[in-house]
């Protein structure tokens, strides 16, 4: 599929600042027709708050409707109205600020549910078709994590974000998963601007996703250096290799220790006395 060629921008990472984050939502517009509605609940999981994506129109499809705020829900029936109706809604994931509001939404707007897992209509899988949507399983952050590829487009989720970098879940397996998705991903060739679900758009999509890769792999690099340094807690590890997480952001980082660990582990060079953070191993 050829895509329109977006303009020139400038590094988009660095926390989103606000008049190139509002060009770069009106380039999403001219090249595309994709709009943003973001919900209004900042902080420090959600950036500057939960993207919910609108993609096409008569009718147009909703990538995750986001948390139950009534004000996001006005501005999102409004886009939709405006749009010619809603043909379905579809979740990256099931984590609430992305999905809260979705019995909310096809309440006012009947319309079938695509997710990786629960009460949905279209159930997501590798390459599976919803919609102007095809699926690309990226586990990592949540286990039934997807990206919806339409349009010239990556819808990422949690999967890669607009700024910053993303936590992974401490569930088997899951930062070899990461990796490999980030991987496949980075070699498609058919869309050219991720849409995530936190932070601006990424008009350099395969420079971000190079980006993600190499960032995950500098870590563990540190973290191979720090065990062998000797250092072997959690608290150790944390103070060595996550230095600059703010003190709020530390149980995520656990979680992603914990998911660097355990790929150490099934590579048999993880040493046998190193603390492992407790979890339950539930499937985020
Ligand atoms: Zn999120």
């Known amino acids: 599929m050829s895509t329109p060629h977006p303009p020139d921008r400038d590094a988009e990472s660095g926390g989103g600042e606000e008049s190139s984050e ?27 708050g939960t993207n919910t994506w609108l993609v096409g129109r008569h009718p147009t499809w909703v990538i995750d409707p986001g948390p139950l705020i009534e004000e996001h829900l006005d501005g999102l029936y409004a886009e939709i109205e405006v749009r010619g109706g809603l043909g379905g809604v579809v979740l990256t994931h099931d984590h609430h600020d992305h999905s809260e509001a979705v019995e909310a939404l096809r309440g006012t707007f009947p319309a079938p549910l695509a997710g990786g897992r629960g009460a949905v209509d279209v159930q997501l899988g590798e390459q599976v078709r919803f919609g102007p949507f095809e699926s ?46 980030l991987t496949r991903l980075r070699l498609r060739e058919d869309f050219n601007v991720l849409c995530p679900g936190h932070g601006p758009p990424v008009w350099d999509a395969h420079t971000k996703l190079e980006e993600y890769v190499a960032h995950r792999i500098d870590r563990e690099n540190h973290l191979i250096v720090a065990l062998g340094e000797g250092r072997r807690t959690v608290a150790e590890l944390l103070d060595a290799v996550w230095s600059e997480v703010a003190a709020e952001l530390r149980p995520l980082a656990t979680a992603t220790l914990a998911a660097h660990l355990d790929k150490l582990e099934e590579e048999q060079i993880l040493p046998r006395d190193v603390e492992r953070p407790r979890f339950e191993r539930t499937e985020w």
């Open 136 to 181: 690309v399983a990226t586990p990592g952050h949540a286990v039934d994590h997807y990206a919806l590829i339409a349009e010239g487009a990556c819808f990422t989720g949690d999967a890669v974000l607009g700024s910053g970098s993303v936590f992974i879940s401490p569930y088997r397996g899951a930062m070899s998963g990461y990796l490999l998705a």
């Open 22 to 48: 509002t060009s770069s939502q009106a380039d999403l517009l001219a090249h595309y027709d994709i709009r943003l509605v973001r919900a209004p609940n900042p902080g420090p999981f959600t950036l500057s």
